[in-house]
């Protein structure tokens, strides 16, 4: 495969296949590749356009944040994962910070506006120690993530000319901490079957089936946490 030019700044908006080659544009023209890879997450452009991925809503959402370095909290001496009726957390330290993930099931229609700090309290509360000592070091000026959770399913991560990795091919529940694990192993893999195999469509085949075992044992750890 020859070398490509790295385009920073911008996204493909179409595309046209020709039998062994794929024309991808990028609005200020087309450029010919061998294959595109689809590695850009939940709702992928090359998902949608290429192949048939389905981003399904889970009933759950999803809060992440870190403890202000400025705040004193207990750190727990381990990683630490509560769980109450509907609700799940995990709590570790990274950098000397501690880093929490909670997740809790909410109706679509009850969706707040991010950051939803005062849905946030009233859960931390039920689900207790360490938990709201975190939660009460944040203020509106903190930086919280907080979403509807998502995952991304496939019938084939792959046709003649494109392959979806990670999220993109199959997106995962973030209460298992899993996601970007698969994706960075997605990528080691596909490069194995790539060097070895010189049909793409061949090299594609293969590494999905060495991928689907593993990320549906993942999946249903996820949907297991997710109950
Ligand atoms: C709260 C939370 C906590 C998590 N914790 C963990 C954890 O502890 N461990 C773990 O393994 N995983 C964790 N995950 C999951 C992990 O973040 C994802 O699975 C991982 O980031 C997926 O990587 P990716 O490269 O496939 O997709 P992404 O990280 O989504 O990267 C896709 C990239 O493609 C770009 N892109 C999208 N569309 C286009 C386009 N049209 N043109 C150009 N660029 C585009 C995006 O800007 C983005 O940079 C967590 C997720 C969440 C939400």
């Given at each position: 495969?020859?070398?490509?030019?790295?385009?920073?700044?911008?996204?493909?908006?179409?595309?046209?296949?020709?039998?062994?080659?794929?024309?991808?544009?990028?609005?200020?023209?087309?450029?010919?590749?061998?294959?595109?890879?689809?590695?850009?997450?939940?709702?992928?452009?090359?998902?949608?356009?290429?192949?048939?991925?389905?981003?399904?809503?889970?009933?759950?959402?999803?809060w992440s944040f870190r403890v202000p370095?400025s705040a004193?909290?207990?750190?727990?001496?381990?990683?630490?994962?509560?769980?109450?009726?509907?609700?799940?957390?995990?709590?570790?330290?990274?950098?000397?910070?501690?880093?929490v993930?909670?997740?809790?099931?909410?109706?679509?229609?009850?969706?707040?506006?991010?950051p939803?700090l005062?849905?946030l309290?009233?859960?931390?509360?039920?689900?207790?120690?360490?938990?709201?000592?975190y939660v009460g070091t944040l203020d509106d000026t903190s930086e919280v993530y907080f979403?509807?959770?998502?995952?991304?399913?496939?019938?084939?991560?792959?046709?003649?000319?494109?392959?979806?990795?990670?999220?993109?091919?199959?997106?995962?529940?973030?209460?298992?901490?899993?996601?970007?694990?698969?994706?960075?192993?997605?990528?080691?893999?596909?490069?194995?079957?790539?060097?070895?195999?010189?049909?793409?469509?061949?090299?594609?085949?293969?590494?999905?089936?060495?991928?689907?075992?593993?990320?549906?044992?993942?999946?249903?750890?996820?949907?297991?946490?997710?109950?």
């Amino acid at each position: 495969m020859s070398r490509s030019e790295v385009r920073r700044e911008t996204s493909p908006q179409n595309f046209e296949t020709d039998r062994g080659s794929v024309e991808v544009g990028f609005g200020q023209g087309t450029e010919p590749y061998d294959i595109v890879v689809g590695a850009d997450g939940i709702g992928s452009w090359v998902g949608s356009e290429m192949l048939d991925t389905e981003v399904v809503r889970r009933s759950t959402v999803t809060w992440s944040f870190r403890v202000p370095s400025s705040a004193e909290p207990v750190l727990p001496p381990n990683l630490v994962s509560l769980f109450a009726p509907g609700t799940g957390a995990i709590a570790d330290e990274v950098n000397g910070r501690a880093l929490v993930n909670l997740s809790t099931k909410l109706p679509p229609a009850e969706t707040p506006q991010p950051p939803a700090l005062d849905l946030l309290r009233d859960v931390a509360d039920d689900i207790g120690w360490p938990i709201p000592d975190y939660v009460g070091t944040l203020d509106d000026t903190s930086e919280v993530y907080f979403r509807r959770d998502y995952e991304v399913t496939a019938p084939s991560w792959h046709s003649q000319n494109a392959v979806l990795v990670g999220d993109a091919a199959h997106a995962v529940h973030p209460i298992v901490a899993a996601g970007a694990t698969l994706a960075l192993e997605d990528g080691y893999v596909l490069a194995d079957e790539l060097v070895s195999e010189s049909d793409p469509s061949y090299a594609f085949a293969s590494f999905e089936k060495r991928r689907r075992a593993r990320v549906k044992t993942v999946r249903k750890a996820a949907h297991v946490a997710e109950r």
